[in-house]
Nanobody
Framework: QVQVVESGGGSVQAGGSLRLSCFAS????????MGWYRQAPGQQRDMVAT???????NYADSVRGRFIISSGDAKNTVYLQMNSLKPEDTAVYYC?????????????WGRGTQVTVSS
């Protein structure tokens, strides 16, 4: 079973920064894809940024240039550096992970961490 745990959420003022962290544990297996998604009340869950074990990254257009996703050397950890935060970034942020060793359609999800940006 894959366990995914996020941390680093909180409340900040517009223009501030936060750094989210995620760790995935799956009997020592390497994660081949990880990413961050967010969901505001009444909205769908949207992709924010993803990264593969090969280093390929993708960003939502709304965060490109402000957020940076990176992974640890073991490819079981991922970070999201969020800069120049806007009130529109307020949402629950979820970490997702998947592995070729224990592949699951739609991957494995953490419980989420709240990010609140005030004006």
């Amino acid at each position: 079973q894959v366990q995914v745990v996020e941390s680093g959420g909180g409340s900040v003022q517009a223009g501030g920064s936060l750094r989210l962290s995620c760790f995935a544990s799956a009997n020592g297996f390497t994660m081949h894809a990880m990413g961050w998604y967010r969901q505001a009340p009444g909205q769908q869950r949207d992709m924010v940024a993803t990264i593969t074990s090969g280093g390929n990254t993708n960003y939502a257009d709304s965060v490109r240039g402000r957020f940076i996703i990176s992974s640890g050397d073991a490819k079981n950890t991922v970070y999201l550096q969020m800069n120049s935060l806007k009130p529109e970034d307020t949402a629950v942020y979820y970490c997702n992970a998947n592995s070729l060793h224990v592949f699951k359609d739609n991957g494995y999800w953490g419980r989420g961490t709240q990010v609140t940006v005030s004006s």
